[in-house]
Each structure stands twice: as C-alpha cells, then as structure tokens.
C-alpha cells in the first residue's frame, strides 16, 4: 500500500510540474504575442514619418542628382520595413482566432484567389482546384493560409509560368490538403527550418520577409493540425497540410 501510495504521490507531483510547464509556456507565448503586436503596431508611426518625409525631399529636391539618386534607396527600404511590420502583426495574431465551424475549403481558397488575381494574371499562372472538402476551421485564417501558399508559389516560381494543383484526400476525422507547384523547390535538408520565422532560404533576390510559411505553419498548429513539405529540390514543391474535419 505505502508503494501505491508513493507511487501515486509522484505520479501527481510530475502531473502539477507539467501543468506548470504547459501554463507557464503558454503565458510565455502570450505574451511574446502581445510585445510583438505592440512593438510592430509603435513602429509604423515613426516609419510613416520616414516615407513622408523621403516623398517630401523627392519634390524640393528634383534637381538635384545625388537626392535623386539616393532617395529611392530610402523610399524602398522604408517600404520593405512597412511589409515586415505589417507581416509581423498578421504572424502575432495567426491562430488567435477561436471562430471555428464546418466549412466548405472552396470558400476560403475562393477568398485567396479573388486577392491573388492580380499577381496570378501577371505571372499567366494555371490553378488547377479539384473538389475540396468540408473542414472545422477559421475561414479567415485558413484563407490566410491559400493565400501564403500560393504567393509562395507565385514568388518562387521557375522561367516556365507557375501551374499549381490545389487538392485533398478526406480521412476518418481530418482531411489532408495539397498544393503542389512546378516552381524553383526547396532543398530537402531545408523542409523544416523554412517553416520557421524570417527563414529564407533564396537570398535578397526575391522580395518576401521569410514569415509566409511561419504564419501558415502557426494557424494549422492551432487549428491541431500539422504542415509539412516536400520537394527534390529540383521540381517544384508540395506543401502538405492537415485539418479536422
């Protein structure tokens, strides 16, 4: 009896110290969330200060060749500080939103290809959608996520004109969801460090902050679903995720 006893009496203790774990992780998160909200938000201020002024010395200073000459060096990194700020609010709030229900995933693809038109048109790329299926899940932030993936693809594309496939195969309790493109790849030895935050794997080149996969990453976490990714490196990539269903 004192064995059992003692036993349990671990058994607790390891229980309230994982309790405490978790608790103490989650206000970590929490709070990493709200400094990066707030930091990124503060910093717009002074940023719109920076380009208004660069637009104003661009105008009294036409004659001027050197101010010519320099002021869009200024102009494009304060633009691109704008894109990462703004991309850092979105990556603070991704998973936050608890607004869950059984949705159709045409609905939110159909969101991300109304906003991407543009880009798609420009760069004659080829969407192939086959029929998707109904998920519990945010419309907003899974819509969030097409619209990630398939910029991604856009962006990184090859010379030939981006072609990606959009399906899912639909399980017991979740279904798995597949965009698959013909674009540059990525290294196979790199699959899981893109997903992390500001990781960018093509160099300045290509435009991007490197938090497009981190945010999709961050919503399929929360929606306890798992991202992955796969690629020779050679022909294209599939990026892999999964939602309940």
Known sequence: ?????????????????????????????EQLQKFLYAASHDLQEPLRAIVAYAQLMERHLAGDAVAQEYLP?????????????????????AGCSQKRKAISLEVPLARALLKLAPAIEANNGRITRHSLPEVVADEAEIALVFENLLRNSLQFRSTAAPEISIAAEQGSDECVVTLRDNGLGIDPQFREEVLLPFKRLHGKDLSGTGLGLAICEKIIRAHEGCIWLESDGLHGAAVHFTLPS
Do not use: P
Request: net charge positive; hydrophobic share 45%.
């Open 73 to 93: 060096f200024i102009m494009s990194g304060a633009n691109r500080m704008k894109e990462l700020l703004q991309n850092i609010l979105i990556y603070a709030h």
């Open 1 to 29: 009896m004192r064995t059992r006893c003692w036993n349990g009496w671990v058994c607790c203790m390891r229980l309230e110290e994982k309790r405490a774990d978790d608790g103490a992780a989650a206000l970590a998160n």
